[in-house]
């Protein structure tokens, strides 16, 4: 079964504790072996680079180096962190063929902190690429348990995990379509909706707040109008700004919302039969108890 060096980020680990939670019970439920990165440093979220671009490089050289260690993947549930470390291992092999030089003075500087070089022999892979293209749909298929019937669901992919990088092999980051996929295995009706592939807002958030609440909250209401129960997202900021500020968002906007935000392997964790504790389904903002409702739970 497959095995990852994981990379859980900064925020599955606090503010999304729920993410970290059924990402393991999942990985359980599949068979996957997580292997995980507890020296690993917060990818930056994208804020290094503002400094300095080989600041963001070193850091995230030295996470990769720690997968390579393993002779693994590097595998995130953060789309964020998906970004940023792919961008970064694209960046260096793309130096390490074109100008070693750099390569070099990246490495100097892990060795000073007595830290593996970056080698760039493995890959970073977010779980979703990870479920639909090394596990597989039809391996999915055969494990779920109660089927998602009836279930609407609105993929809410971001920009991060779609166009940080300049390839994308598991998908088209400008009409995406494995997430859908991935729902119609569950059993579950994905909802297509304008705003499904554009930023949540969270970038924005603390300098210009209502600017902000009022992208989530179009967004919000777009895949309600569609019809959604509910909307899934690979990234936990996404998700914080979706969910755990949809109260505030309905405020700025004036308008109710009400929309259940699930994070990616809750969705799929239900679908395998596990329980909706496990998956820390209690934890979020705006109740998920209409999503399992109508589940049948």
Request: with cysteine.
């Amino acid at each position: 079964m497959p095995k990852y060096a994981y990379f859980p980020g900064c925020v599955a680990q606090g503010a999304c504790r729920e993410l970290y939670q059924s990402t393991e019970a999942l990985a359980a439920a599949l068979g996957i072996e997580l292997v995980e990165l507890k020296k690993a440093a917060c990818c930056g979220s994208g804020t290094f680079k503002e400094e300095s671009q080989l600041l963001e490089d070193t850091v995230n050289a030295r996470n990769i180096a720690l997968a390579e260690e393993l002779n693994l993947p590097l595998l995130t549930h953060c789309s964020t962190c998906q970004g940023v470390i792919g961008h970064v291992d694209e960046r260096l092999k793309d130096q390490k063929n074109n100008d070693p030089s750099y390569l070099d003075r990246v490495n100097g500087l892990l060795a000073k902190e007595h830290c593996s070089p970056y080698r760039g022999t493995t890959e970073v892979k977010h779980l979703l690429w990870a479920l639909v293209a090394d596990y597989g749909l039809e391996a999915i298929s055969k494990r779920v348990r109660r089927q998602l019937s009836g279930l609407k669901c609105a993929a809410f992919y971001g920009c991060y995990l779609l166009r940080a990088q300049t390839h994308l092999p598991y998908d088209d980051p400008h009409n995406p379509q494995s997430m859908e996929n991935l729902f119609e295995t569950l059993g579950a009706t994905p909802v297509r909706y304008r705003g499904r592939t554009q930023c949540c807002g969270w970038p924005l958030s603390s300098y210009a707040t209502d600017q902000s609440f009022k992208m989530a909250g179009t967004h919000i209401q777009e895949a309600l109008d569609a019809g959604a129960d509910c909307m899934v997202t690979p990234c936990p900021l996404c998700h914080l700004n979706l969910d755990s500020r949809q109260p505030e968002v309905e405020k700025v906007i004036q308008q109710p919302l009400g929309l259940p935000v699930l994070h990616l392997p809750q969705l799929v964790g239900l679908a395998l039969g596990i329980e909706p504790q496990k998956l820390g389904l209690e934890r979020h903002i705006v109740s998920t108890q209409p999503v399992l409702t109508k589940l049948g739970f």
